[in-house]
């Protein structure tokens, strides 16, 4: 087992109860990645439930609450409180609701951190729900998804909202093989990766179909989607990368 396998390991297998100064040390040495988030405390909590939604979204991992960006172990003074403030705009913005435990870890005095464990959902996708009044005294409600990228969060797009959301409902895809499908198979025999945007300059096709489309191939497990910051890319899975 190479060290990535390791830290992997651990991150999926070790439990809220099994939590304690140990491993969130452990967690600043490795620094923040695909399953690992810090925060020096929830003065932004607006801001934090989008890393909630983002690994729920993705793969889950850590939330940490008294941690550094560069990893210093600063706990809060007031845990609880802190605690209060986050679950607060979680009960209010995120749909569905994500499995996740909170759990307190003593530092020194009074100080803690507070530590959440976010589970990969089975319910995907998670989202932001923001309502707003438009000029015509209209409410509107917002819906924004964030998935987990490296160390990033970033919005989920149209394609990959839709890509959760079939998956999610353990229906059984078959893929039907037609014009579209082959116009966006041949753009790969020249690129590895490509883009929707890609796709519609090179195939013809309108952005909505497109769009469709690559949906369609990565349901079918032709295709692999491979989330960006701003832009999405896509992958044939033959090319040596399986599904997602």
């Known amino acids: ?62 939330l940490v609450i ?3 960006d560069d990893g210093h172990l600063s706990a809060c003074k007031y845990a609880q409180e802190e605690a209060f ?17 909170r759990v307190y870890v003593p530092l020194s005095g009074t100080k803690q951190f507070v530590v959440y464990r976010i589970y990969e959902s089975k319910h995907k996708p998670h989202y932001i729900l923001e309502k707003r009044l438009t000029k015509n005294k209209k409410m509107l409600q917002i819906k924004t998804g964030y998935y987990r990228v490296e160390d990033k969060t970033v919005k989920a797009s149209r394609e990959l909202w839709l890509i ?13 093989y037609g014009e579209e499908e082959a116009k966006v198979m041949q753009l790969f025999r020249k690129k590895e990766e490509i883009s929707l945007e890609e796709v519609v300059i090179q195939s013809g096709l309108s952005k ?7 949906v369609r191939l990565v ?21 040596g990368l399986s599904a997602d």
């Open 164 to 176: 959760m959301q079939a998956r999610s409902r353990n229906a059984d895809f078959q893929l039907s």
């Open 1 to 62: 087992m190479n060290n990535k396998e390791k830290q992997r390991y651990i991150l999926d297998h070790t439990s809220p109860e099994e939590v304690d100064l140990s491993f969130i040390a452990q967690l600043a040495e490795w620094g923040e990645g695909e399953k690992i988030e810090f925060k020096r405390k929830v003065n932004h909590p607006e801001k934090i439930i989008n890393e909630i939604v983002a690994l729920a979204n993705a793969k889950g991992g850590w």
């Open 85 to 101: 403030a986050l679950e607060a705009k979680i009960n209010a913005h995120i749909r569905p609701v994500v499995d996740m435990r």
């Open 208 to 214: 909505r179909l497109a769009s469709d489309t690559l």
């Open 219 to 239: 349901l079918g497990n032709v295709l692999r989607i491979l989330p960006g910051e701003g832009k999405d890319r896509y992958r044939a899975v033959e090319s």
């Open 66 to 68: 008294g941690v550094n």
